[in-house]
């Protein structure tokens, strides 16, 4: 049986980050975070444990949010034990469950690249890039003085 979860609407400053957190991120990785978060919206809410009242998933994306003064947001509340809720947390991040990309990502990303280079910028799927398949990257030209003006042709 697959253990219930609500969702609820919270005050931002009401959630407190889990002080065991194992995960970090850079300045970098989160621009590209608030870049998606402030185009897309917040499509994973933040995850709460009732028992503890620890964030146990999405202490970046509750940075964000706060950066950005949001006040309140939807969360996914679950009642787990501490002990389960540490490993929830892992879990939550473990990139060995998570999957992996299929051989169609490197089309998908040069069409961001060509069509949005402000987007494949902003969301730092360069990185992803490098990490994936090196030699793209570096066929990929994303230099400013490169990038066309979709409106008029002319270069940005």
């Known amino acids: 049986m ?3 979860t609500r969702v609820e609407r919270r005050a931002v400053a009401d959630l407190t980050p889990a ?4 995960r ?3 300045d970098r990785a989160l621009a590209g975070l ?3 978060v402030t185009r897309f919206g917040l499509v994973q809410p933040i ?3 009732q028992r503890t009242g620890n964030v146990v998933g999405g202490h970046q994306r509750l940075k964000v949010l706060g950066a950005e003064g949001v006040t309140d947001t939807d969360v996914v509340v679950v009642d787990i034990e501490a002990k389960e809720e540490r490993a929830l947390n892992v879990a939550l991040n473990n990139p060995h469950i998570s999957g992996d990309f299929t051989d169609d990502l490197d089309s998908m990303l040069e069409g961001i690249a060509n069509d949005t280079p402000e ?4 969301l730092r799927l360069d990185d992803l890039l ?3 398949e090196p030699e793209f990257a570096e066929a990929v030209d994303l230099s400013p003085q490169e990038k066309c003006c979709p409106h008029c042709g002319g270069t940005i």
């Open 24 to 26: 970090q991120i850079s």
């Open 130 to 132: 490098d990490a994936i």
């Open 19 to 22: 002080d065991y957190n194992p």
């Open 119 to 122: 987007l494949f910028d902003a």
């Open 47 to 49: 995850i709460i444990n």
């Open 34 to 36: 608030r870049e998606s």
């Open 2 to 4: 697959i253990p219930a």
